[in-house]
């Protein structure tokens, strides 16, 4: 069956920075992997969108990339701010439902 | 603004008890979800329904039943509450996916329901 791991459950760095998250995902081959924001109490947000076909996408300081070939996707949040502070989902398409990963937790400090 | 609303924020109910989480949405998605989070699990699907009238069973559908009878909402069903099912469950939706268009799906506030 499918399996999708991101890679750590908790990632701290200093407010400006570059933080990197990382899904990994075996046994599969999705047409896309979505990448969601959530808050405490919150349901999750949709954030980006990456096809197999696209290697690279970017949305104001966001930017994923998918590497079929390695079957992982990186995310990425450039200059880094307090309020970026959250738990961020990868989701691999499995046909009309997604499968999410367990997320990392993002803490941005000042 | 597009909107998921779930029936209630918090829940309290007593084991064996029959509880019902409802979900609307008024975006006209032909697809609904229903999820269940727990801390160190993550997201797990529980339901999910493509149609009205229709649906599929998740990852987790033990102790669960749900019914779409009109395209805007979607319920989920304890048929008898137990402690294990003491969680935060989490509603979506989504149109249906193409390869030229965006799958994402648009989530509710959650319910956390505790059963006692």
């Known amino acids: 069956s499918q399996k999708i791991e991101q890679n750590s459950e908790a990632l701290n760095i200093q407010e400006g920075k570059t933080a990197t998250l990382t899904c990994n995902y075996t046994?599969?081959?999705?047409?896309?992997l979505q990448w969601y924001r959530q808050d405490p109490g919150r349901g999750p947000v949709f954030l980006l969108l990456?096809?197999?076909?696209?290697k690279e996408k970017r949305k104001e300081r966001l930017k994923v990339t998918f590497d079929t070939t390695l079957k992982q996707s990186l995310f990425h949040i450039t200059a880094s701010q307090p309020a970026d502070s959250a738990t961020y989902l990868c989701?691999?398409?499995?046909?009309?439902?997604?499968?999410f990963g367990k997320g990392t937790t993002l803490s941005v400090s000042s | 603004d597009v909107k998921v609303t779930q029936s209630s924020r918090y829940l309290v109910k007593r084991t064996g008890e029959k509880v019902f989480l409802e979900c609307v949405q008024d975006?006209?998605?032909?697809?609904m979800f229903w999820y269940r989070q727990d801390p160190g699990l993550g997201l797990r699907l529980i339901y999910f329904?493509?149609?009205?009238?229709?649906?599929e069973k998740g990852d987790i559908p033990e102790g669960y039943s749900v019914s779409r009878e009109k395209k805007e909402r979607f319920s989920l069903i304890l048929e008898s509450a137990s402690t294990n099912q003491t969680s935060m469950y989490l509603c979506?939706?989504?149109?249906?996916?193409?390869?030229?268009?965006?799958?994402?799906?648009?989530f509710g506030p959650g319910t956390r329901l505790t059963v006692l």
């Open positions: 046994n599969y081959s999705p047409a896309y």
């Open positions: 979506a939706s989504s149109f249906t996916p193409d390869r030229t268009s965006y799958n994402e799906q648009f």
């Open positions: 990456i096809r197999e076909n696209e």
């Open positions: 329904s493509y149609d009205v009238k229709m649906k």
């Open positions: 975006m006209d998605h032909e697809n």
């Open positions: 989701a691999l398409e499995a046909g009309t439902a997604l499968i």
